[in-house]
């Protein structure tokens, strides 16, 4: 501790000032610090060297005293400290900085640097005080994390293109299968025959549509969903949808309330058919027990707003904003109804391709209410 210039106090007999006591106590903290501290005068010639220092960087205090810094300091990046004397001399701190190193060995290592004034009496700046921290086990944790988020990354891009693949072969088989059973439909003549062939066709559509769905998600990955747009009446693909989802579910009353006659909008038809059944099947699929379904259609001239309600199991609070994200499902409030969590992800990147919006609110155990908007004149 002698290396330092003082001598901390042995005794409490020992007659010391306060002042050098407050002294005695720095000198002790800096020595028995982890952190690097070392001090250097302005012309960067080194005037301490405390113990982690030397553990550091390979030299004995002995060793560097009164040498220049750029002893520690890679060929290249000796600009570094013309740039910290700059800042220092006009009396600012470095803090942070982020940079490299180089022991006695040879060896460089990654530290983050503090450096502060050193100031005279007169508050006259006669050098700096540098606070190292070696920073590779950070860097290391950093170079981890990255290497993870890439291997993660690369595992989901293969997940989407199976995805992508898998469902695009599934879907020729699947087109045949519902050919041969429309056939077959068409040839069988007994009643009870006629009857498994029809529950194998509604068995086969929900099929296909869950594969096209899935095939809409992978290209929605790769960027590659393509909207046909034209001209349409939102209240026609509104008539078709509900007379799609009314084959199977006739006992279900779907109400619409609407002002409005006749309204020409631009988008793909199609696709928006494809928002509203997936409204009105969640709608039907979540409200178990219960069969009444309102639609709200309204204008304002310059969005058309869409409206399904329920009066099913509703979503908490917590959970409506994960709704329309990709494979996300409430399971806990519907363990026995499945699904693939899709439906919503596609209508959410169908309608927000379409500049509008969707959202829902909705209270559990009492229903939901799903709407989205189009901008009317796009
Ligand atoms: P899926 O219905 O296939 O699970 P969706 O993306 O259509 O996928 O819906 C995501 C989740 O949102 C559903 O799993 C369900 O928990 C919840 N949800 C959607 N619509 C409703 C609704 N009308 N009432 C209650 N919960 C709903």
């Known amino acids: 501790m002698e290396k330092y210039g003082f001598n901390p106090p042995q005794s409490p007999e020992m007659d010391l000032s306060v002042a050098d006591q407050k002294q005695a106590m720095l000198s002790a903290i800096v020595v028995n610090s982890d952190d ?55 009396g600012n701190r470095v803090d942070h900085f982020e940079t490299v190193r180089m022991a006695r060995d040879g060896s460089f290592i990654p530290i983050s640097l503090s450096i502060s004034p050193i100031k005279d009496r007169k508050g006259l700046v006669i050098g700096a005080s540098k606070i190292a921290r070696d920073v590779s086990g950070q860097i290391a944790i950093h170079q981890e994390n990255a290497r993870l988020y890439e291997q993660v990354k690369t595992l989901n891009d293969k997940k989407d293109e199976f995805i992508g693949l898998a469902s695009h072969e599934l879907k020729t088989p699947l087109t045949s299968i519902s050919g041969y059973l429309q056939i077959l ?4 003549t007994d009643e009870k025959a006629k009857l498994f062939v029809d529950k194998t066709r509604q068995q086969v559509k929900k099929l296909t549509a869950l594969v096209s769905d899935l095939l809409d998600v992978s290209k929605i990955e790769a960027g590659k969903l393509r ?42 038809p199609h696709r928006i058919e494809q928002v509203i059944v997936n409204l009105l099947t969640n709608a039907i699929r979540y409200s178990p027990g219960t069969c009444r379904i309102i639609i709200y259609l ?81």
């Open 298 to 378: 309204s204008c304002d001239g310059y969005e058309v707003k869409l409206g399904v309600r329920d009066f099913g199991v509703g979503i908490a609070p917590e959970k409506l904003k994960d709704i329309f994200s990709r494979f996300y499902r409430v399971d806990d409030a519907n363990p026995n109804m499945s699904g693939l969590g899709i439906g919503l992800y596609l209508s959410h990147e169908i309608v927000t391709r379409h500049n509008g919006r969707i959202w829902a609110e909705s209270e559990q155990g009492v229903g939901s209410t799903f709407w989205f908007t189009l901008p009317v004149g796009e």
């Open 36 to 90: 690097t501290i070392i001090s250097k005068t302005l012309l960067g010639m080194i005037t301490s060297w405390n113990p982690a220092a030397e553990r550091m960087f390979g030299f004995s205090e002995a060793e560097v005293l009164g040498r220049h810094i750029s002893l520690i300091i890679p060929p290249d990046r000796l600009d570094e400290e013309t740039y910290i004397i700059g800042q220092i001399a006009q």
């Open 185 to 188: 439909g068409n040839i069988v």
């Open 227 to 268: 909207l046909s747009v034209e001209r349409f009446d939102i209240r026609q693909v509104l008539k078709d949808a509900i007379e799609l989802l009314s084959y199977g579910n006739n006992n279900y009353d779907i109400s619409l309330e609407t002002d409005i006659t006749e309204l020409p909008l631009k988008g793909d």
